[in-house]
């Protein structure tokens, strides 16, 4: 038969093992959902960083067509001296090759187009040109101001827009002339060395992509495993920020655990919504499984001791707890044998004290019991005794009887 000691130290040993292990499991899971949600924050911060240089970089190109109609030629404009402003300003590098000048009726009036490109025949009217474009211009003669288009790839894969601006026939701009556009380029090599000299870390990667998830430039991958290994997640942010449902609200779009080669990664997403393009932003998880493994061995060490206290604290209480009993039995036991002067030292306020007080009171009755039974047997008479009485005497006795 297991005693009573044995029962105790055993189920209150059982008790605190899974108290101890639902604490380390939770406290792992809080851990590292709070180290993911760092790594993502701190990540998203870089993004941020990233992006508003991506815009910066971009936005002086945007802005050169407009300053070009500031120029003496275009404010009124005098078609000679626009001409001929307009060759020198094709000759500053990465901003147009071929620009348009229209009259608001759409017929052209010139096209200049830098010299290295080659020949080229433009349309003699812009309402020739494609519907997007008419469209552009329509809403630049009827807003005068500028307007760019969404973002494209040219023949040879590199990101253009088309921008329109207004061309005033007045110094006070209240009558148009006609429009002025070209296709504006953003400094992706600017944008790289960017890339390049942000020194991610250890086997980081950060990717730009266009509305579509075509690749445009990265740094700390290839454009073959940006294509296939990441492919899935570009395509679902690009769905995510321009689809039919698209959600542009600040939040970055992320996945967990994205395997690429031998690493995973939590890979994150913005939109630059001005430019419809999205940047990516790849972060090995070795630094999130360094911290497990940390916070793992931590956790196992507190385990141990843990369950070596509790082994010691379940050895003291259980003994607590079992001796009442021990008590209670001891003193059932003797009674049992015949000893009913045993009696229950305990005096608790509770349910053993209460068996206790009962025990203890069952056994005074017992020996009372029994204490009267002897009285009465020593004080009967013997029928022998009867015979040595005198009759009138034996009489007397016969009528008490």
């Known amino acids: 038969m297991r005693s009573i000691q044995s029962i105790i130290f055993t189920r209150l040993f059982v008790i605190i093992i899974i108290f101890f292990g639902v604490v380390s499991a939770v406290a792992y899971y809080l851990t590292n959902e709070a180290i993911r949600q760092f790594v993502v924050a701190d990540s998203t911060t870089s993004l941020a960083f990233i992006i508003n240089n991506v815009k910066a970089n971009y936005g002086a190109d945007l802005e050169a067509l ?26 500053f590098p990465n901003i147009y ?63 253009y827009q088309t921008y329109v601006s207004p061309v005033f026939a007045d110094r ?32 980081n990667f950060i990717l730009i992509t266009d509305s579509s998830g075509h690749f445009l430039t990265s740094d700390g991958i290839n454009e073959k495993d940006a294509n296939s290994a990441i492919r899935e997640h570009t395509d679902h942010a690009t769905r995510h920020f321009y689809g039919p449902n698209s959600k542009i609200d600040g939040n970055a779009f992320v996945d967990y655990h994205e395997d690429l080669g031998p690493n995973q990664y939590i890979v994150i997403s913005l939109p630059i ?36 206290l509790s082994l010691v604290a379940s050895i003291v209480v259980g003994d607590r707890l079992a001796k009442p009993f021990r008590q209670v039995a001891d003193a059932v036991n003797q009674i049992n044998n015949g000893n009913f002067s045993a009696r229950v030292t305990y005096a608790g306020e509770d349910e053993i004290g209460y068996l206790s007080k009962t025990i203890n009171a069952l056994a005074e009755k017992i020996q009372k019991s029994e204490y009267l039974g002897n009285l009465w047997q020593t004080e009967k008479l013997e029928p022998d005794d009867l015979e040595s009485l005198p009759e009138s005497g034996a009489d007397n006795a016969t009528d008490k009887s």
């Open 66 to 91: 407009d300053d070009l109609t500031r120029m003496p030629g275009f404010l009124p404009f005098e078609p000679k001296q626009a001409q001929s402003t307009l060759k020198e300003f094709l000759a």
């Open 97 to 159: 090759n071929t620009v348009h000048m229209y009259r608001a009726d759409g017929e052209l009036v010139f096209a200049e187009r830098r010299s290295t490109m080659g020949p080229y025949t433009p349309k003699t009217n812009f309402r020739r040109k494609n519907k997007a474009f008419i469209e552009l211009a329509d809403r630049v003669l009827k807003e005068k101001k500028s307007h760019a288009s969404e973002v494209f790839f040219s023949p040879n894969g590199t990101l």
């Open 172 to 203: 006070e701009k209240t009558q148009i002339f006609g429009v002025l556009s070209g296709a504006v380029f953003p400094r992706l090599q600017k944008i790289e060395h960017l890339l390049h000299g942000l020194q991610l870390g250890q086997d």
């Open 273 to 308: 919504d001005e430019l419809k393009l999205v940047v990516t932003l790849g972060v090995n998880t070795h630094r999130i499984e360094a911290k497990n493994k940390e916070l793992t061995y931590r956790l196992l060490v507190a385990l141990v001791l843990g369950l070596v």
